[in-house]
C-alpha cells in the first residue's frame, strides 16, 4: 500500500505556554488534571500573538494516555483576537496514570494535538477554515509546552 495523495505542511508557528496545573483527581473517566496558562507565545511567518487566557483540560486513562482539550484565546500584535480548540494526546508510558496520580511528573512526553481557530478579525478570517497539526513536548517538572504548528494542505491524487 501506498499513500493516496501528496500533501504540504506549512509551518505557522513555535507556541509556547508556561502552565499552572490544578488537580482535579480520580473522575469517572480518568484522573483530571486542568492546566491554566500563566503565559504564552504563537511566533511564527505570519503570526505574533500572546495568550490572553487558556486552559488544557487534561484527563489521564488507566492505560497511560493522556487525552488534552484545549481552549485558548490569543491577542495577535495587529490586536486580532483568535480562538484556539484544540484535541489532541500525550503517551505517559504504561505506568502514567500511576505516576500522574501520585504526584510524579518527569520527563518530557511528546504532544501531537489537532487546533482549530476562529476569528472575526478580517485580517485572520481564513485561519478559520484551517485544520492545524502541532508537534511538541511537555517539560514535565516545569510544566511548559513547546509545539510546532503546521497547517496542511491536500496536494494533487497520486497515480496508482
Not at 499513500?3 to 509556547?16: K, R, S
Not at 494526546?89 to 502514567?96: F, I, N, Q, R, V
Request: one cysteine or more.
Amino acid at each position: 500500500m501506498t499513500p493516496t495523495w501528496d500533501y504540504q505542511l506549512e509551518f505557522f508557528a513555535n507556541c509556547t505556554v508556561d502552565l499552572q496545573a490544578e488537580v482535579i483527581g480520580p473522575t469517572p473517566d480518568g484522573f483530571r488534571v486542568n492546566f491554566w496558562a500563566k503565559r504564552g507565545s504563537l511566533r511564527g511567518p505570519l503570526i505574533d500573538a500572546e495568550e490572553v487566557q487558556g486552559c488544557e483540560f487534561v484527563t489521564v486513562r488507566p492505560d497511560g494516555m493522556a487525552v488534552l482539550n484545549k481552549t485558548a484565546t490569543w491577542r495577535n500584535r495587529d490586536g486580532a483576537l483568535i480562538m484556539e480548540r484544540s484535541t489532541g494526546m500525550t503517551d505517559l508510558g504504561p505506568d502514567g496514570l500511576a505516576r500522574i496520580s501520585s504526584g510524579s511528573w518527569n520527563g518530557t512526553p511528546t504532544v501531537v494535538s489537532a487546533p482549530v481557530w476562529s476569528t472575526a478579525h478580517p485580517n485572520w478570517v481564513w485561519l478559520n477554515r484551517c485544520q492545524s497539526l502541532s508537534f511538541g513536548q511537555t517539560s514535565a517538572p516545569d510544566l511548559v509546552v513547546r509545539m510546532d504548528v503546521y497547517l496542511p494542505s491536500l496536494g494533487e491524487q497520486r497515480s496508482r
